[in-house]
């Protein structure tokens, strides 16, 4: 089984181009030798990601990208990474507003930070959070 990844966009309110995304999270994947994935990406509205992150992670408020690593571990040679990554399009757009971006670059920003998270990085501390920070300036600049 190759890389595949799904994507849908499940927030009505927000008509968002989703070309690139499918891309940068396989460029991701790749990158850290990731051999087998299935991977989904939904983009959702700030009520559902709020929901999601109170019930999974214990945190009662809406966030811009939650990931979940559904097989319980790392892929390998053997074995193949499952997970779903779940984007905020309402947050997207508004930080895309607040920061001067575009939205598609805060999406693929996300779609980013998400797929790092699935390969094994996370962003609790100071010097963890600026590791990643330099690897998804590196995805964006590549995408």
Do not use: W
């Not at 990406?41 to 700030?46: L, R």
């Amino acid at each position: 089984m190759p890389l595949r990844v799904k994507v849908a966009n499940l927030n009505r309110k927000r008509g968002i181009g989703l070309s690139g995304v499918k891309k940068a999270a396989i460029l991701v994947l790749k990158s850290f030798g990731i051999p087998r994935a299935e991977i989904g990406i939904t983009f959702v509205t700030d009520r559902k990601i709020k929901a999601l992150n109170k019930k999974y992670l214990k945190r009662d408020c809406p966030t811009d990208v939650i990931s979940f690593l559904l097989d319980g571990g790392r892929a390998s040679k053997n074995k193949t990474l499952i997970g779903d990554i779940y984007i905020s399009s309402d947050r997207a757009f508004g930080n895309a507003l607040r920061f001067g971006l575009s939205l598609r670059k805060e999406l693929l920003l996300y779609t980013i930070h998400g797929a790092l998270h699935l390969v094994g990085f996370d962003d609790k501390g100071r010097r963890a959070r600026a590791r990643m920070q330099r690897l998804e300036k590196k995805f964006l600049e590549s995408v």
